[in-house]
């Protein structure tokens, strides 16, 4: 199972919090980028922040519509990564998916998690 396996999706008020996580089982050597992506109803895939780097460093980069409110990290001995979503808006709502590329530029897709800003 090379699918990432994605966690954290919910239903949360404006302003509120929530935090995703990424899990893959590919060896931590072997990855380029972990990223998430977003997608709401009729719109198109998104990039929302993607991880770059190897165990020792990393580089980050973020929509501009997120910046400021969401960070991303990895855990590089648990081979995950992580979304801190922090006050959240309705524009936020959307499904959220990981995605992993390996050196070798293979693409991995997790199925998505629901994250809903409402009242």
């Known amino acids: 199972q090379v699918q990432p396996v994605e966690s954290g999706g919910g239903l949360v008020q404006p302003g509120g919090s929530l935090r995703l996580s990424c899990a893959t089982s590919?060896?931590?050597?072997?990855?380029?980028?972990m990223g998430w992506y977003r997608q709401a109803p009729g719109k198109e895939r998104e990039l929302v922040a993607d991880?770059?780097?190897?165990?020792?460093?990393?580089?980050?980069n973020y929509a501009d519509s997120v910046k400021g409110r969401f960070t991303i990290s990895k855990d590089t001995a648990k081979k995950t990564a992580y979304l801190q979503m922090n006050n959240l808006k309705p524009e936020d709502t959307a499904l959220y998916f990981c995605k992993v590329v390996t050196l070798a530029n293979f693409v991995y897709w997790g199925q998505g998690t629901q994250v809903t800003v409402s009242p």
């Open positions: 991880i770059t780097g190897g165990i020792t460093s990393s580089s980050t």
């Open positions: 590919l060896s931590i050597f072997s990855i380029k980028s």
